[in-house]
């Protein structure tokens, strides 16, 4: 990303310029995350991880959904439904954080959420999304 430090490793580029960006967006909200749970501020900051987590999964899956509708991809009803669960996953860890009364309760919620973070970013964009670019790149372009 031009004028921005990646945190995103390499091995999780995916050649598509416009995923790859929207990727490191991902890879920066878990960053955040990890260095607010090192500082002992997760309570404070797991608020704005949601909010940036929330917003992310809406506009992000989306964007690969319309790509594939555009693009015919024919795994587009697996990944649709990885996309589902990711989406349920966040709205059932946020609604535990809305629910969380005493500090060690959030502070195991960033803990699930960073695992949760790093079991998606190791999974779907390494491997479902990964098989979704190698379609997309195979396809001439559409205008
Ligand atoms: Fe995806």
Redesign the pocket.
């Known amino acids: 990303m031009i004028g921005l430090t990646s945190m995103m490793p390499d091995k999780f580029r995916l050649d598509h310029p416009a995923i790859d960006m929207q990727h490191e967006v991902l890879f920066a909200l878990y960053n955040e995350l990890k260095i607010s749970q090192e500082n002992e501020e997760q309570a404070f900051d797991l608020g704005d991880i949601f909010l940036g987590l929330n917003g992310y999964v809406a506009t ?2 989306l964007f ?1 959904e319309e790509l594939m509708a555009a693009f015919s991809y024919p795994e587009s009803e697996q ?1 649709h439904e ?2 589902r669960r990711l989406t349920e996953n966040v709205a059932n860890l946020h609604n535990r954080f809305k629910q969380a009364k005493f500090p060690q309760e959030k502070t195991q919620i960033a803990n699930d959420v960073a695992e949760f973070l790093l079991t998606w970013l190791a999974h ?2 390494a491997e ?2 990964r098989y ?1 670019v190698q379609h997309l790149n195979s396809r001439p372009v559409v205008h």
Request: no cysteine; charged share 25%; proline share 0%.
């Open positions: 992000h899956f690969e990944h990885e996309h779907h964009i479902i999304d979704l």
